[in-house]
């Protein structure tokens, strides 16, 4: 089963910016779809990004578009959170399937991270 270890968490003011770290072997990246899902206790996963890396096809929930930002830098994947709001506060994982299909919009990918928190408050 693939290893995704995140980094990057923590405490951030509203209107804040974090950037998530997520490292992966050189294999998943090169040939598997690695995305972001949060979790809010009690709530239900939602997806929030995912790369295709095979063909670059990117996903964004409606609720991050314009604010969040998926990058690739070798065997990291970055999540790079701006203009951050209180409903982003979250635990946040990577996660990687075959493609995006099996995280985007509905997460039911292979593997997980083990979660990072985010807590966005004033």
């Known amino acids: 089963q693939p290893q995704l270890v995140e980094s990057g968490g923590g405490l951030v003011q509203p209107g804040g910016s974090l950037t998530l770290s997520c490292a992966a072997s050189?294999?998943?990246?090169?040939?598997?779809?690695i995305g972001w899902v949060r979790q809010v206790t009690g709530n239900e996963r939602e997806a929030v990004s995912c790369?295709?890396?095979?063909?670059?096809t990117t996903y964004y929930a409606d609720s991050v578009k314009g604010r969040f930002t998926e990058i690739r830098d070798k065997n990291t994947i970055y999540l790079q959170m701006n203009n951050l709001k209180h409903e982003d506060t979250a635990v946040y994982y990577c996660?990687?399937?075959?493609?995006?299909?099996?995280?985007?919009?509905?997460?039911?990918?292979?593997?997980w991270g083990q979660g990072t928190q985010v807590t966005v408050s004033s």
């Open positions: 996660a990687t399937d075959t493609t995006c299909e099996g995280i985007f919009p509905d997460p039911d990918p292979f593997a």
């Open positions: 050189r294999f998943v990246v090169d040939h598997y779809a």
């Open positions: 790369i295709n890396f095979d063909d670059g």
